[in-house]
């Protein structure tokens, strides 16, 4: 059976970045991932080099970064006040660490993953660009099994 829409595949891989080989994610086989396929859940460039694949089959394809998460958006990165991150009027300090990330909603109700990149004395700049934008995405690995929807 062949990989296609309204199936499942149970798959193995490493996600590299492609420019420079850092490995960015490993699924090892003692527990491949399941994807559904079909479903526009999948970035659609991985989703059409996996389409037709078997059982068995190995793959070795790159993903451009405008096909993934799509290009570094400057705009994306800006400076809140440092008051944003008080907690009852207290500023929390165990948020403000350097590298890391937690959602925050904007004035729409939206919500946002955001990663702290550098704190100041009255702000703090953040980065909202999703961690694999702008990055050439490589994936090697092997499919081990194909199933079919009911």
């Given at each position: 059976m062949k990989i296609s829409k309204g199936c499942k595949a149970?798959?193995?891989?490493?996600?590299?970045?492609a420019d420079?080989?850092?490995?960015?994610?490993?699924?090892?086989e003692n527990n491949p991932v399941v994807f559904n396929f079909g479903t526009?859940?999948?970035?659609?460039?991985?989703?059409t080099n996996l389409s037709g694949l078997s059982k068995g089959d190995t793959f070795d394809f790159v993903v451009k970064a405008k096909d993934a998460y799509g290009p570094r958006d400057s705009y994306?990165?800006?400076d809140l006040p440092?008051?944003?991150?008080?907690?009852?009027?207290?500023?929390?300090?165990?948020l403000l660490k350097i590298g890391n990330r937690f959602p925050m909603q904007d004035n729409?109700?939206?919500?946002?993953?955001?990663?702290?990149i550098s704190i100041h004395?009255?702000?703090?700049?953040?980065?909202?660009?999703?961690?694999?934008?702008g990055i050439d995405l490589r994936f090697v690995?092997?499919?081990?099994?194909?199933i079919l929807e009911e």
């Open positions: 149970r798959v193995v891989y490493v996600l590299y970045n420079n080989n850092e490995v960015i994610e490993q699924v090892s526009g859940m999948l970035l659609e460039g991985f989703e994306a990165v800006f440092k008051d944003t991150f008080a907690v009852n009027g207290k500023l929390d300090t165990k729409n109700g939206n919500q946002h993953e955001g990663m702290i004395e009255d702000t703090v700049t953040m980065d909202f660009n999703h961690p694999l934008a690995g092997k499919v081990i099994e194909v």
